[in-house]
Structures are given as structure tokens and as C-alpha cells.
């Protein structure tokens, strides 16, 4: 079975009941469930308590789950989300199925799917369907939380983090490095030339390449590294648990791997095949007494040096 919840505070008329059942519960059907089954108002306000001031979208499925389940309304839940999050499986599989596509005002919020050994009946899913009602609320505080939280850290083209994320990552591993004494290498980067690729290609085709360069970036380094566009075409990776031997290795990778992108992944034309992006790096490990500013600077006079050495170069010594 599958129903749109278009949990709307004006009626949607778009919204597609898929399947007979003609009328979802208002607030005042929490009143009319029947008494006999244990999944009333109670329990719908037990719901309401646990989930609100939730803020994380995998934090408010999981609760929701854990709720359906202690009340036997569902063995298993898969939650499709909206955005490219990867879907959340939690439970078992099992036979029955309940599926539910989310709307609130016309956003979108994702798609759940309960599923049980045995059939759902009406007042179940009556039940289900209200506290649907309650979860999408909470989904999309949650989901414009987390929408401007991105947009406040991350940079938008290159979808890294920006320069606010960056300082506020450093002081944090920072201060991770000093408590366990583990390393911690940062590195700048520069991209060689950009002026004269931007002139080459144009502006929109000077951002493609600029995206392309950050993917190479992401799958050069680990899933630990971070990394941020500083601004402009100047780039920051903060690499916890990396000495400066660890670092230069991942720059020397990134330097190959840029030398390897395809022209169709830079999408030149026959006029700037070719064309082959190059950066500097400079390379700085945690030493005690660092500050944020001074490992910074260090990276940043290297990277000076590694553009004074002729560009294409990585810096890690003076
Ligand atoms: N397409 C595009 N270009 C940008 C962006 N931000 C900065 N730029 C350009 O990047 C270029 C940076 O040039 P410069 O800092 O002078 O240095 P360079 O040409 O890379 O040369 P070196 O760094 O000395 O090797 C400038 O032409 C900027 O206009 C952006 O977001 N998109």
C-alpha cells in the first residue's frame, strides 16, 4: 500500500491517496481513536515529547522507529530522503507494507516505509498516519535546520567547506591534537595559473574547472581529511592524525591525479583540450605552541615558496 501524507495546514488538493482509504486524521481524530487500541492520544504525545527539539533527520527516523516498534506497529522502516543522504534502513525486513511519500506546505520531505510480519489494520494505520503527521513537522525543522547550517558552512560551488568551517575546524582539532598529542598536518593550495585558465575557458568554465579540482581533492585524501576552499582558487585541507611525511604523500597524490583528469571532465572543447590544472602546496604539521594563526602562516609561507620554486610543487621545509 502506498498514501502521499500531505500533512498541509491548507487542504492540498494535489496530493494522491494511492490507495482507498479517503480521509487522514486531523487533530481531532487523535480524540476519536478507538479506546481499545493502545496507540492513542497518550502515545501520540509520547511521540510528540521524544521528537521535538530534535534537530538531526537520522536522529528524528530513528526515534520515530523505536516508538512504532514498542508498539508493535512496525518490525522494519526504510526512510528515503529528499536530499543525496544515503536511505535509512533500520529493523527488519518483513512482509507487510505500509509506504508513505512526506509533504508538509508542498516541501518535500522523503518517503517512509514501515513494514510488519503481520497485516496492518485500520486503526494501526490510523495511528501510523498521525504520527506521521508529527514527525514530518519535526522533519522539516530539522531539514531547513540543516539547510541553513549548509549554507552558513559550506562554500557553494564547491560544496567544501568554507573559511567559517575551516577556523572553526581547526580550533577543534586543535585542540583534539594537544589532548591525545597526535599529529596534525594542514596544507594551503593554489591553483597555478587560474587567471590564465579563466581566460582560457571563460568564468563559468573557470568554475567547472575550479569544482573538478575539489573532486579531485576529495578523492585524493581520506574520509577524515577535511577540506574547505579558503577562497578564490586557494584551498585548505586539514589532515588530524597525518605527520608531515602522511601529508606530503596525499599532496604528491593529488598532484598525479590532477595530472589524470580527462578533458571531458573539464569539460574542454577542441580550442583548450589539454589543458591540464596544476597547484602548489604547502605543507605544515602541528608543533606544540601552535596556534591556529601561527600553522596557518607556516602552510602559507610554504606554499610561497613552493610558487617561488616554479609552481607544480609541494613545500613542506622551510
Ligand atoms: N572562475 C572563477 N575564477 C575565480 C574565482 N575566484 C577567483 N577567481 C579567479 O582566480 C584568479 C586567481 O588569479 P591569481 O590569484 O592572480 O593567480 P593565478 O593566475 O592563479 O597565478 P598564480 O597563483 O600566481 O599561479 C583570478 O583571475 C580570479 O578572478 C571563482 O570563483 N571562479
Same mark, same amino acid.
Given at each position: 500500500?502506498?498514501?502521499?501524507?500531505?500533512?498541509?495546514?491548507?487542504?492540498?488538493t494535489?496530493? +494522491?491517496a494511492a490507495n482507498t482509504?479517503?480521509?487522514l486524521?486531523?487533530? !481531532?481524530?487523535?480524540?476519536?481513536?478507538?479506546?481499545?487500541w493502545?496507540?492513542?492520544?497518550?502515545? !501520540?504525545?509520547?511521540?510528540?515529547?521524544?521528537l521535538? @527539539?530534535?534537530?538531526?533527520?537520522?536522529?528524528?527516523? #530513528?526515534?520515530?522507529?523505536?516508538?512504532c #516498534?514498542?508498539?508493535g506497529?512496525? %518490525?522494519?522502516?526504510? *526512510?528515503?530522503?529528499?536530499?543525496?543522504?544515503a536511505d535509512?534502513?533500520l529493523?527488519?525486513r518483513?512482509?507487510?507494507?505500509?509506504? *508513505? /511519500?512526506?509533504?508538509? $506546505?508542498q516541501?518535500?520531505?522523503?518517503r517512509?516505509t514501515?513494514c510488519?510480519?503481520?497485516?496492518?489494520?485500520?486503526?494501526?494505520?490510523?495511528?501510523?498516519?498521525?504520527?506521521? @503527521?508529527?514527525?514530518?513537522?519535526c522533519? =522539516?525543522t530539522?531539514?531547513?535546520? !540543516?539547510?541553513? !547550517?549548509?549554507? +552558513?558552512?559550506?562554500?557553494?560551488l564547491?560544496g567544501?567547506?568554507? =573559511?567559517?568551517?575551516?577556523?572553526?575546524w581547526?580550533?577543534?582539532e586543535?585542540? =583534539? /591534537?594537544?589532548?591525545h598529542? #597526535?599529529? &596534525?598536518?594542514?596544507?594551503?593550495i593554489?591553483v597555478?595559473?587560474f587567471?590564465?585558465?579563466?581566460?582560457?575557458v571563460?568564468?563559468?568554465?573557470g568554475?567547472?574547472?575550479?569544482?573538478?579540482?575539489?573532486?579531485v581533492?576529495k =578523492?585524493?585524501?581520506r574520509?577524515?581529511?577535511?577540506l574547505?576552499?579558503f577562497?578564490g582558487d586557494?584551498?585548505?585541507i586539514l589532515?588530524?592524525?597525518?605527520d608531515?611525511?602522511?601529508a606530503c $604523500?596525499a599532496?604528491r597524490q593529488?598532484?598525479?591525479? &590532477?595530472?589524470?583528469? #580527462?578533458?571531458?571532465?573539464?569539460?574542454? $572543447?577542441?580550442?583548450?583540450?589539454?589543458?591540464?590544472? $596544476?597547484v602548489?602546496?604547502?605543507?605544515?604539521? *602541528?608543533r606544540?605552541g %601552535? /596556534?591556529q %594563526?601561527?600553522?596557518l602562516?607556516?602552510?602559507?609561507?610554504r606554499l610561497?615558496h613552493?610558487?617561488?620554486?616554479?609552481?607544480?610543487?609541494?613545500?613542506s621545509?622551510v
Open positions: 500500500m502506498e498514501k502521499v501524507i500531505p500533512f498541509s495546514s491548507k487542504p492540498n494535489d496530493a +494522491v482509504r479517503a480521509h486524521p486531523t487533530g !481531532q481524530a487523535l480524540a476519536d481513536l478507538p479506546n481499545s493502545n496507540g492513542g492520544a497518550e502515545q !501520540q504525545l509520547l511521540l510528540m515529547q521524544r521535538i @527539539g530534535c534537530n538531526e533527520v537520522e536522529s528524528l527516523i #530513528s526515534l520515530f522507529f523505536r516508538w #516498534s514498542d508498539l506497529l512496525a %518490525d522494519g522502516l526504510t *526512510y528515503e530522503a529528499i536530499t543525496d543522504a535509512l534502513n529493523g527488519n518483513r512482509h507487510h507494507n505500509a509506504n *508513505y /511519500t512526506l509533504n508538509l $506546505d516541501m518535500a520531505l522523503g517512509v514501515l510488519r510480519r503481520e497485516r496492518f489494520n485500520e486503526n494501526e494505520l490510523l495511528s501510523v498516519e498521525q504520527a506521521l @503527521g508529527t514527525l514530518s513537522r522533519l =522539516r530539522a531539514i531547513e535546520f !540543516q539547510t541553513l !547550517q549548509e549554507m +552558513v558552512t559550506q562554500d557553494a564547491t567544501l567547506g568554507n =573559511r567559517l568551517s575551516l577556523h572553526q581547526i580550533e577543534r586543535l585542540s =583534539r /591534537t594537544r589532548r598529542n #597526535s599529529p &596534525l598536518a594542514l596544507m594551503m593554489d597555478d595559473h587567471k590564465k585558465i579563466n581566460d582560457a571563460g568564468h563559468i568554465g568554475d567547472h574547472v575550479l569544482k573538478t579540482i575539489a573532486s581533492f =578523492r585524493s585524501t574520509g577524515s581529511d577535511l574547505f576552499r577562497g586557494e584551498f585548505t589532515l588530524p592524525h597525518t608531515l611525511q602522511g $604523500d599532496a593529488i598532484r598525479n591525479n &590532477l595530472a589524470r583528469i #580527462s578533458d571531458d571532465e573539464l569539460a574542454l $572543447d577542441t580550442a583548450t583540450k589539454g589543458l591540464r590544472p $596544476d602548489s602546496i604547502g605543507i605544515a604539521d *602541528y606544540p %601552535d /596556534t %594563526d601561527s600553522l602562516q607556516r602552510a602559507d609561507t610561497y613552493a610558487k617561488a620554486q616554479g609552481r607544480g610543487a609541494v613545500c621545509n
